[in-house]
């Protein structure tokens, strides 16, 4: 948390440190590349025949631009807030240095309309990522501020072409324009869904490659609300990566639950045949509901999934188990409470939810409690227990876990930094607490977060 001088003195003279070592190697490399996103309003056609007026985008005039990085590689990303309002961006998924997370207060002051901010990271992971505000959370997302955030493998896996999908709803009435952002009896039960859903700001798009070719498709949840079930129709398709780390073994690319925040990887091999079309579709009770559509053309590459080399694990360190140190946490509706104080990130004015039997007040200046502290380098067991009806994607910033073990259901131990705990599920993860700081921890459900559902863990030496 800002204002812990003491602490922040530390942590700085050990990342000189650290750097200092590691200049060898990094110096010999080019230069940190650097990138520029713009927040600013604009207005944009998302329904073929209306023009939404004031969305929020990452780029001037554009949709939020892909951002590509190269594994262990150093990048500056310069953001300047053209919007009228302040604003933070976390890069959700990727285990930098406290200081870059983008989280109001807890990392750094949000950025006041008019004014820059120099994000300077090494991602140390390769993968499928997002980037998006922390401050106003439901408005900035809901008006458009989500993008995709790739980091690219040193070694190319053979893939004819890379393809991220950002996948979210808009709450759009039928003139196009935004309608309320949520409800609040939603906010307090599994959310307000949005009525339009696209793909990179899109509805039902269609993209053509050739025919028989291996195509990776970069799926990115970047919606408020929706828990969905995604497949592939039409064509040979494997699931690859869920949350940017790679499976154990390939799985098939139906009845993919994702949540919000989460990504998944998936290899699709194009039809052979010229005008056949493979499917991107959400998997409902109701039927399922095409989102995207890859059209074959031309000749067929005769390409095969097997020809894919498997991708590299990411340098998670594996939790020591036999020492790990329990820690529990309940999720729970909100015990009686005054409703959050009003500030310059925005607050529904609701409190709906809890932690531990505590609601988070909002982005706030604090100083505030961290839920738990965990020692630098100590393995950790994080059992979840959620004990309501709704589902919860519970995430935590600055370090990756292993999902272990649920109490209703068989998981795979899967990485990932978004656990998805349904109705009264109890889930204990493991990690190592490898990364110093204060890193927020709340459901990805922006209207539980905005509402109680929050918190921070503190790593420290
Ligand atoms: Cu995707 Cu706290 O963030
Ligand atoms: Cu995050
Ligand atoms: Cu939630």
Redesign the pocket.
Known sequence: MLGFSRRELLLGSTGCVAAFAAGGIAASRAEATTHQLTLANLDHRILPDAITRNMMSFAEGAPPPVLRFKQGEKVIVDVRNKLDEATVV????LRIANAMDGVPYLTQYPIEPGQSFRYAFTPPDAGTFWYHPHCNTLEQIARGLTGVLVVEEADDPGFDHDVPLNLRDFRLGGDGQFISFYKPRNAARGGTLGTVSTVNWEVEPTYAFEAGSLVRLRLAVTDLTRVGRYEIAGADAQVIAIDSNPLPAPMPAHDVILSP?QRADIALRMPDEEGRAAELALQRKIGSKVLARFLAKGASLGRDLAELKPLPQNPVPQADLKNAEVIEFVFGWSPEGDAPQSNICGSLGYTFWSINRTAWPGDLPGPFDPLATLKLGKSYILRLRNETPNAHPI?L?GVSFQLLRSNKREIPKLVT?TALLLSEETMDLALVADNPGDW?FHCHVIEHQKTGLAGFLRIED
């Open positions: 976390h890069w959700h998924g925040g995430h910033h930094d927020a």
